[in-house]
């Protein structure tokens, strides 16, 4: 082969090295971007819609929790309609209300998330058939809190006066309550008040339950999406944590089970109450459908539960025992 087949042989070799390498460069490339697109989609989709799930989940968990116990949860016990939240100041939502009123935001919060994650499936790249099963999980959800009589149509709105536009932002607690305190406002979130208020007193326990159904099976799969821990474990195992040498009868200085929270109380109920009594707390039910609660009638055929016999306690307590 003479000196000229060697370097023309040389050069197409070399050429054809470079444009491999090249393309396998881009393509790599091409990978990474789209690896970042996807976290960056999870982080601003997924991981929200996660964390409230298992935020909502908790504290609806309280609530069964007490009335399974004690018939009641006094803790949100503190108005007998949603129009006595009109009018009211930020020392009633940081206190007596706060049990309620955060109920109510988180619930809006979970709302948010979900009908943004809806609106922008189409542009998430799930794994496998996790394109299908999310929206089917999320639909789910939609109809278990429509059978508490917060209609499909009305959780988006709600959702929607969680945030601020035209950002985005969430609301904090303490800009959403000063929207629970306008009428023309509040009158969205009017239907999970009256739920709320309703399972206070003992009612609505079947359609109480199978919220909690649906919320724990969208949890389980979001765990799944994202390779991550159980969080509605985590969750609960975080509220009733206690430091070593913590006695339950500490001083109610802090927040949560362990700091002078009541049986059937959360952070915000067990906030800056003295002392806590010699009873044992409520034990936090385990994810799941389990503990169900007593099967019976739902005596919620309307949202308007009747009100406690006598007033709301002014301080949030255990019930009598």
């Not at 970042?36 to 504290?59: D, G, S």
């Not at 002078?260 to 109380?265: I, M, R, V």
């Amino acid at each position: 082969m003479d000196a000229l087949s060697v370097t023309l042989v040389s050069a197409v070799t070399s050429g054809a090295i470079s444009l491999t390498l090249a393309w396998l460069s881009g393509r790599q490339q091409r990978r990474d971007s789209e690896r970042v697109q996807r976290e960056t989609r999870t982080m601003a989709y997924l991981n929200p819609l996660r964390w409230h799930t298992a935020e909502v989940h908790h504290r609806l968990s309280l609530y069964a929790t007490s009335v399974e116990r004690h018939a009641c949860y006094p803790p949100a016990q503190v108005v007998a309609e949603p129009q006595e939240m009109e009018g009211k100041g930020a020392v009633w939502f940081a206190g007596k209300g706060v049990v309620l009123g955060s109920s109510v935001w988180m619930t809006a919060c979970l709302f948010a998330q979900m009908t943004r994650t809806r609106h922008d499936l189409p542009f998430l790249r799930l794994a496998g058939n996790d394109d299908t099963r999310l929206p089917g999980l999320l639909q789910k959800v939609h109809a278990a809190f429509a059978a508490c009589e917060i209609y499909y149509a009305t959780q988006s709105s709600i959702g929607t006066d969680a945030l601020l536009e035209p950002e985005g932002r969430q609301r904090s607690y303490r800009e959403f309550c000063d929207l629970l305190a306008e009428p023309e406002r509040r009158v969205w979130a009017d239907p999970v008040i009256w739920f709320l208020i309703a399972v206070a007193h003992g009612e609505r326990r079947p359609a109480l339950q199978r919220a909690l159904d649906a919320l724990s099976e969208l949890s389980a799969f979001l765990d799944d999406s994202l390779a991550g821990g159980a969080s509605l474990r985590a969750r609960h195992g975080a509220e009733i944590h206690r430091p070593p040498g913590r006695s339950l009868g500490g001083a109610g200085a802090g927040a949560g089970v362990g700091t002078g929270a009541a049986p059937g109380q959360d952070l915000e109920a067990g906030a800056g109450q003295g002392p806590a009594s010699a009873l044992t707390p409520n034990p936090i039910p385990a994810p799941g459908p389990r503990p169900r609660l007593d099967p019976g009638p739902d005596t919620g055929a309307s949202p308007r539960p009747a009100p406690a016999p006598g007033t709301a306690p002014d301080t949030p307590g255990p019930p009598p025992q």
